[in-house]
């Protein structure tokens, strides 16, 4: 079952302190919901583990986060997949793009996909969709606050 979400946050920060934050594992972990640990396992690559509650299921999801197609510091791709034992699993991913649009605010729009599988995707698509919407959501309000308070 596959979903896309757009949405867009305006950041009290200059362009390169929110690329910089989005390079940095400590400020990811920070803002990822349910993120239990976050570690760089090579320039491009994290390891993660993510508690995540969805409807009734709570599951340790347990995965590898990738960033690619970087253009530093305009955006990049971001994608993770993570096995929740007999909960399922999740994979997703967005594409981060970041304008300048004054000399201490930048906006980053995203465009994200997540596609789960398991018992979790038996819970039906509306609490998936709403689930998933609410996290990406929480991810970069937080993301934002955090950088812009420095």
């Not at 709570?58 to 995965?63: L, M, V």
């Given at each position: ?5 757009e ?11 929110v690329w910089?934050g ?13 993120c ?14 993510v508690?995540?509650?969805i ?9 590898a ?23 399922g699993f999740?994979?997703g991913?967005?594409?981060v793009t ?15 996909r ?15 969709t709403s689930?998933s ?18």
């Open positions: 079952m596959a979903l896309v979400i949405g867009e946050e305006t950041i009290a920060a200059p362009i390169e302190r910089a989005l390079n940095d594992p400590g400020m990811l972990k920070a803002s990822i919901p349910g239990q640990s976050l570690e760089k396992t090579s320039d491009s690559e994290m390891a993660a583990t508690v995540l509650k409807g009734p299921i709570k599951a340790t999801f347990s995965g986060v990738t960033l690619s197609n970087l253009d530093p510091p305009h955006g990049y791709t971001i994608t993770g997949e993570g096995k929740g034992g007999i909960a999740a994979k991913g967005a594409d970041l304008t300048e649009v004054g000399p201490n605010e930048t906006l980053l729009k995203y465009a994200a997540a596609d789960v599988g398991g018992k979790i995707a038996q819970l039906g698509s509306r609490l998936i689930t919407k609410k996290l990406a959501g929480e991810f970069f309000s937080t993301f934002g606050a955090k950088v812009s308070a420095g």
